[in-house]
């Protein structure tokens, strides 16, 4: 079983559907990560958090630490959303790992249709 | 400013042959992480720099893979005797102090024929 784990894998949505992303994670963390990977392999981070909820936009991120899990929310999804976006923990220190190094999910393959 | 930079994009090589893979951080970044990328998978950590020494480098997956920042900026991949295996992309990111952010090169296609 991975560390990360994200659902769904691949994901379609029609353009302006409200989109949700999940990560769970089994490790202890000192951040969560999440990262937008667009077809030829550029990596944008988009958030990084350790508690509560961040946006950005229309992106929405957030972490509940007790359940192990965070959400990726995109609000008025439009085509040029259509990425890869992966979940990436920072592990804490005391659970092993250099503090800093990624451990990443496998990623959600998002496509938004017009 | 300018990003992180990674040189060369393509590379093909043959299988056993030796190739350096560079990634240019941003400037005054001192953590410097290598990870590898298979078609279809997420990322995977390869090595941490934290300044000039690699203070986790762990996820080499053997001693044919070795990786240097002597100055503590730029940072060298070294792959020997490579195998079709080897074939992936290599990413590179850097953070200001290992603990925030990480910024990610564009990453070098590595394909071993």
């Known amino acids: 079983k991975n560390e990360v784990e994200q659902s769904p894998q691949n994901l379609t949505a029609q353009e302006g559907e409200f989109i949700t992303i999940n990560c769970s994670y089994s490790?202890?963390?000192?951040?969560l990560h999440w990262l937008q990977q667009h077809p030829g392999g550029g990596i944008v981070s988009l958030f990084m958090?350790?508690?509560g909820k961040k946006k950005h936009g229309r992106l929405i991120a957030t972490i509940n630490i007790q359940e192990k899990h965070s959400s990726l929310h995109i609000t008025a999804s439009h085509p040029r959303d259509s990425a890869v976006y992966i979940c990436?923990?920072?592990?804490?220190?005391?659970?092993?790992?250099?503090?800093?190094?990624?451990?990443f999910g496998k990623g959600t393959k998002l496509s938004v249709k017009p | 400013g300018a990003g992180v930079s990674q040189t060369p994009s393509n590379k093909v090589t043959e299988k056993g042959k030796y190739v350096e893979l560079r990634c240019d951080p941003i400037?005054?970044?001192?953590?410097l992480y290598w990870y590898r990328q298979s078609l279809g998978q997420g990322p995977e950590f390869l090595i941490y720099?934290?300044?000039?020494?690699?203070?986790?480098d762990s996820g080499l997956p053997n001693d044919r893979f070795f990786a240097v920042r002597p100055e503590g900026s730029v940072s060298t991949l070294k792959i020997q005797r490579t195998e079709r295996g080897d074939s992936a992309v290599y990413l590179c990111?850097?953070?200001?102090?290992?603990?925030?952010?990480?910024?990610f090169g564009p990453g070098t296609r590595l394909t071993v024929t």
């Open positions: 958090l350790s508690s």
């Open positions: 990436a923990a920072t592990s804490a220190p005391n659970y092993g790992g250099s503090q800093g190094n990624l451990i």
């Open positions: 990111a850097s953070s200001l102090d290992g603990l925030g952010k990480q910024y």
């Open positions: 720099f934290q300044g000039t020494g690699a203070a986790d």
């Open positions: 400037s005054g970044h001192t953590a």
């Open positions: 490790v202890g963390i000192s951040a």
